[in-house]
């Protein structure tokens, strides 16, 4: 959700709503480290994170919405491969409007890829005074804020 713009209209704040588990956990240095250098700094966006707390997963009104019409629409068939996965996401459908859009992403994803701590000293993060580890600001490396 953008939250501010600049005088062109284009953005210049966003908020993202995350979970607290997987890649973009709330302790994950590389979802920091990434978002810093990969979004914030590369399109000067100031990115404010605020992660539900662990568990709280089942209130997402995104999986409610979204993934329980995904699973009916599987209906437990084997989903052996990729194209199989794809067409069951793209073909879920809702009476209230609900169109489903997936990509495949073929690329090269290592596991096990670490953040150094001189990687996660040039990350621009600031903590939010009210529940700190789940909720903080990254601000675009070039901003003086």
């Keep these: 959700m953008v939250v501010d713009e600049d005088w062109r209209g284009l953005p210049t704040r966003l908020l993202v709503l995350a979970d607290c588990g997987g890649s973009n956990g709330s302790r994950t240095r590389a979802w920091k480290y990434e978002l810093q250098t990969r979004f914030c700094d590369r399109f000067g966006l100031t990115v404010t994170v605020c992660h539900s707390p662990p568990g709280t997963s089942k209130w997402n009104p995104i999986e409610h919405r979204l993934f329980s019409e995904i699973s009916k629409n599987w209906a437990g068939q084997p989903l052996e ?65």
Excluded: C
């Excluded at 996965?85 to 096990?112: C, I, S, W």
């Design 81 to 145: 491969r990729y194209e199989t996965v794809l067409n069951f996401l793209r073909t879920t459908t809702t009476e209230a409007g609900l169109v489903v859009k997936a990509t495949l992403l073929d690329g090269d994803y290592p596991p096990g890829i670490k953040v150094s701590e001189a990687q996660m000293n040039n990350v621009n993060l600031r903590h939010h005074r009210i529940l700190p580890m789940w909720n903080y600001t990254l601000v675009p490396a070039r901003s003086k804020m």
